[in-house]
């Protein structure tokens, strides 16, 4: 029989699960809601809103009148609570108190003067909110090395203080490697710790459990932010394979691996996780 084990920390985090709490309410209530973008990176939790009855918009002009609009964990930039603002429509704002809280050091810094640097993907709608809220006064780095080119086309006679923070999902260990290139002898720098306790759990039990495993299974949206870094962590340690549910197990090779490791990313259900471990057991039995 093969091993399974779930890490101790795999699935839901707080913000998430905030969030759709929230939809889930309005829904319950009857309201006629919009979520701005997918809630999570989640299909199966998606497709199960859309059917009791959730829009999903990508505009604030879509927004019909009077339709609640809610702001999903991400967070948004200050222009669209504004567009939101003009437009009158009620708000369910389920930013993630974590991020708010890097919304309010960027927005604080830029009011005094600060530059502001930003780990993360640019792309990623987390790091457009953050964006929004730098007043154009920011810079996004993704590594060590493009972090290393921003000082060295700094010019030395640069007044500015340097406030530094990263996405909720960075990768640990590539902030800390980010951290040691700081030139901080030569420029004013405060750095913030933003990165989310429940995204540093969640790797540093994913990569223990990898560790003692043949390969690990990674639960989560193919397009999430957080479940493709736990794919990361985990591939340093053993095979890993990174699926969105169970119906994908039938395309992996684990007729080898004796010891199974499973983990999920922020926005991945207890149900979905579950089911993945049911039908590896079933598959083992025949």
């Not at 004013?188 to 994913?206: D, G, L, M, N, P």
């Not at 990313?265 to 049911?278: E, H, L, M, N, Q």
Request: glycine share 6%; with cysteine.
């Amino acid at each position: 029989m093969k091993k399974i084990e779930i890490a101790k920390t795999a699935g839901f985090c707080y913000g998430v699960n905030r969030a759709i709490n929230k939809v889930d309410k309005a829904l319950t209530e009857g309201k006629s809601v919009a979520t701005l973008g997918s809630i999570i990176h989640n299909t199966d939790v998606v497709n199960d809103m859309q059917k009791r009855g959730a829009r999903i918009i990508h505009q604030v002009s879509e927004l019909r009148p009077e339709e609640y609009v809610v702001i999903r964990s991400h967070g948004v930039g200050k222009n669209v609570y504004d567009e939101i603002h003009a437009l009158g429509n009620p708000v369910i704002d389920a930013t993630c108190p974590f991020v708010k809280r890097i919304h309010d050091i960027v927005a604080k810094e830029t009011a005094k003067g600060s530059f502001i640097l930003i780990a993360g993907d640019e792309q990623h709608p987390e790091v457009q909110g953050i964006i929004g809220h730098c007043e154009q006064n920011y810079f996004v780095f993704r590594d060590k090395f493009m972090l290393k080119d921003f000082f060295q086309n700094l010019e030395k006679n640069f007044e500015k203080t340097l406030a530094i923070v990263a996405q909720t999902t960075y990768n640990n260990i590539l902030w800390g490697e980010c951290l040691k290139v700081l030139p901080e002898e030569s420029f004013k720098i405060v750095v913030y710790q933003t990165i989310c306790s429940a995204t540093e759990e969640r790797q540093s039990a994913a990569a223990e459990l990898a560790s003692q495993s043949d390969c690990m299974i990674v639960i989560g949206g193919k397009h999430s932010s957080n479940t493709v870094k736990l794919y990361d962590v985990c591939s340093k340690y053993c095979k890993a394979y990174h699926i969105e549910n169970a119906d994908e197990l039938t395309n992996l090779d684990l007729l080898n691996a004796e010891s199974i490791g499973i983990t999920a990313g922020a926005s991945t259900p207890a149900y979905i996780i579950k089911d993945v471990v049911r039908k590896i057991s079933e598959n083992d039995k025949k």
